[in-house]
């Protein structure tokens, strides 16, 4: 694991601390992966102790033996349109600043490891917050693990969303996964649904997989978010507290979480206005209001898409 860089290991304290996780890439809209966690560092003052070496897990140059294209609908007809390819690859390529012939920045993505204190009988939290490497999962979970072993942690909590048919009216719906059956009736009576999926990985669907294999309860929680196309929302609190609410919950850590009710308070409130300005946002909102009692998991890709469809959503809300 020379991956694995640590400044130095943090005292673990007379209790087995819980690691929570939270990573940009396949469960991060509205930034609740990684928003939690970052929650969670700010409040309870975290420090760093180590991180995953990032130059071995990541692919900076993307071949392109072809222009990329980009096919969208206009007026219900699909336009191919090319992409440019330096556009394409720069995606996937570190961001560095020279000043004056001289290189002052080459951020690479970073994967860190916080340790965060509580209360007095409560689990001390290992903070994990990065970027979901693109090759050698293996190694990758590897290195988690190790940092498991060190400091004794049994339980491990990702935290994450995916969109969903859900409107900003009604409370997002939070679903777990685990591999160990015996998971199940502590996050039941807690109020958490369990998911139905089949399709493509993340890597925390094999972390959790293997944590077994380690000697490892894992379980990951997944919050719906809205998804309005036409609206750029980076962040939505609600999920964010939803989120929050259950680790403070299933934890016991007795976290006042009123500057996340407020938050959320505050960025509902600048939807609904909306809805009274804009008779499309409106529409969809009512239309995902009749479906949401209804919706399961299994179908959320699908319905969405059909709701998408059914509004006339072309004008946008950019200068509403």
């Given at each position: 694991?020379?991956?694995?860089?640590?400044?130095?290991?943090?005292?673990?304290?007379?209790?087995?601390?819980?690691?929570?996780?939270?990573?940009?890439?396949?469960?991060?809209?509205?930034?609740?992966?990684?928003?939690?966690?970052?929650?969670?560092?700010?409040?309870?003052?975290?420090?760093?102790?180590?991180?995953?070496?990032?130059?071995?897990?990541?692919?900076?140059?993307?071949?392109?033996?072809?222009?990329?294209?980009?096919?969208?609908?206009?007026?219900?007809?699909?336009?191919?349109?090319?992409?440019?390819?330096?556009?394409?690859?720069?995606?996937?390529?570190?961001?560095?600043?020279?000043?004056?012939?001289?290189?002052?920045?080459?951020?690479?993505?970073?994967?860190?490891?916080?340790?965060?204190?509580?209360?007095?009988?409560?689990?001390?939290?290992?903070?994990?917050?990065?970027?979901?490497?693109?090759?050698?999962?293996?190694?990758?979970?590897?290195?988690?693990?190790?940092?498991?072993?060190?400091?004794?942690?049994?339980?491990?909590?990702?935290?994450?969303?995916?969109?969903?048919?859900?409107?900003?009216?009604?409370?997002?719906?939070?679903?777990?996964?685990?591999?160990?059956?015996?998971?199940?009736?502590?996050?039941?009576?807690?109020?958490?649904?369990?998911?139905?999926?089949?399709?493509?990985?993340?890597?925390?669907?094999?972390?959790?997989?293997?944590?077994?294999?380690?000697?490892?309860?894992?379980?990951?929680?997944?919050?719906?978010?809205?998804?309005?196309?036409?609206?750029?929302?980076?962040?939505?609190?609600?999920?964010?507290?939803?989120?929050?609410?259950?680790?403070?919950?299933?934890l016991g850590l007795e976290l006042d979480l009123t500057d996340l009710t407020e938050a959320s308070a505050q960025a509902d409130a600048k939807l609904d206005a909306l809805m009274k300005t804009n008779d499309d946002f409106r529409e969809l909102v009512a239309k995902l209001e009749e479906t949401y009692e209804?919706?399961?998991?299994?179908?959320?890709?699908?319905?969405?898409?059909?709701?998408?469809?059914?509004?006339?959503?072309?004008?946008?809300?950019?200068?509403?």
């Amino acid at each position: 694991m020379y991956e694995l860089m640590v400044d130095q290991w943090p005292d673990p304290g007379t209790g087995k601390p819980v690691m929570v996780i939270g990573l940009t890439g396949w469960m991060d809209g509205g930034h609740v992966s990684t928003g939690t966690v970052a929650y969670l560092r700010e409040r309870l003052s975290a420090q760093s102790f180590a991180e995953i070496d990032p130059l071995d897990f990541y692919i900076f140059h993307f071949p392109v033996s072809s222009i990329p294209i980009s096919v969208y609908l206009e007026d219900g007809r699909a336009v191919v349109q090319p992409v440019n390819p330096m556009e394409f690859t720069a995606v996937f390529r570190p961001h560095t600043r020279i000043e004056n012939g001289v290189i002052r920045e080459l951020e690479y993505p970073e994967n860190l490891f916080y340790m965060a204190k509580t209360l007095p009988g409560k689990p001390d939290l290992v903070l994990f917050t990065g970027e979901e490497p693109h090759i050698r999962w293996g190694a990758y979970c590897d290195c988690i693990f190790g940092v498991c072993e060190e400091l004794g942690i049994e339980d491990i909590y990702f935290v994450g969303s995916v969109a969903g048919p859900v409107p900003h009216t009604r409370e997002p719906r939070l679903r777990a996964s685990m591999a160990d059956e015996a998971l199940k009736p502590k996050l039941a009576e807690a109020g958490l649904l369990f998911g139905e999926y089949e399709g493509p990985s993340s890597i925390i669907t094999s972390l959790t997989y293997h944590s077994m294999e380690m000697g490892i309860r894992m379980r990951s929680l997944v919050v719906e978010i809205p998804h309005y196309p036409f609206l750029e929302m980076p962040t939505y609190p609600r999920s964010i507290h939803k989120i929050a609410s259950a680790l403070n919950d299933v934890l016991g850590l007795e976290l006042d979480l009123t500057d996340l009710t407020e938050a959320s308070a505050q960025a509902d409130a600048k939807l609904d206005a909306l809805m009274k300005t804009n008779d499309d946002f409106r529409e969809l909102v009512a239309k995902l209001e009749e479906t949401y009692e209804y919706e399961e998991t299994a179908g959320d890709e699908a319905l969405l898409r059909r709701l998408m469809e059914s509004v006339d959503l072309e004008e946008g809300t950019g200068d509403e």
